[in-house]
């Protein structure tokens, strides 16, 4: 029962610290989950972010849920989900009932802009840490690129690109060009 609450709490902190989403939370992921507690390792927590994004739903939570059941099963993935959406329920059901106060006021407005700054920074840190680690040959740069160029300059839905890359990975892998 204590690791049930130590999971909650771990993922309470990451959903109510971080701002911006999955890519933005990677970094206090890998600080709480692979630094702090050695839940998983570093390799499993991209692998788990990945599957996340290619996955309905959010990423954080989808994460949340992959850990959780990996150390205490489904009662830990629970625990991990809840604690992960649990500050976002607090602060919207706060949020919605002063709702009418915040929309006018400067100050909040300047706020949220310069959050939106922050939060392009740590999307940016997580791009290039994820990148370190899965960008590694020609064949991953390629892979990149591609990818990179299909997201930015057609109308390819991102879902078609990451299933594309997906069956591209398999394929090479059967022919021995990608390591497990």
């Known amino acids: 029962m204590k690791e049930l609450f130590a999971l909650y709490w771990a993922f309470f902190r990451i959903g109510g610290l971080t701002f911006g989403g999955g890519l933005t939370m990677l970094p206090m992921l890998k600080y709480e989950l692979v630094e702090k507690n050695h ?3 570093e390799d499993e927590l991209l692998n788990y972010y990945a599957v996340g994004q290619c996955t309905p739903g959010i990423i954080a939570v ?4 992959f850990v959780g059941y990996k150390r ?3 009662s830990g993935g629970i625990f991990a989900t809840l604690g992960m959406v649990s500050p976002s329920l607090l602060i919207v059901s706060i949020l919605a009932f002063f709702i009418k106060q915040f929309m006018g006021n400067t100050y909040v407005a300047h706020a949220i802009e310069g959050i939106k700054v922050v939060i392009c920074a740590l999307m ?3 791009v290039f840490t994820m990148g370190k680690k899965t960008i590694t ?3 991953t740069v390629l892979v990149c690129v591609v990818g990179f160029v299909l997201a930015m300059f057609t109308p390819v839905p991102s879902i078609l690109i990451v299933i594309m890359a997906g069956i591209f990975g ?3 892998y059967k022919m021995g060009r990608l390591k497990p």
């Open 39 to 41: 839940w998983v390792t």
């Open 62 to 65: 989808n994460c949340a849920t």
């Open 72 to 74: 205490k099963g489904i």
């Open 124 to 126: 940016l840190t997580t």
């Open 137 to 139: 040959d020609k064949i």
């Open 170 to 172: 398999v394929i090479l």
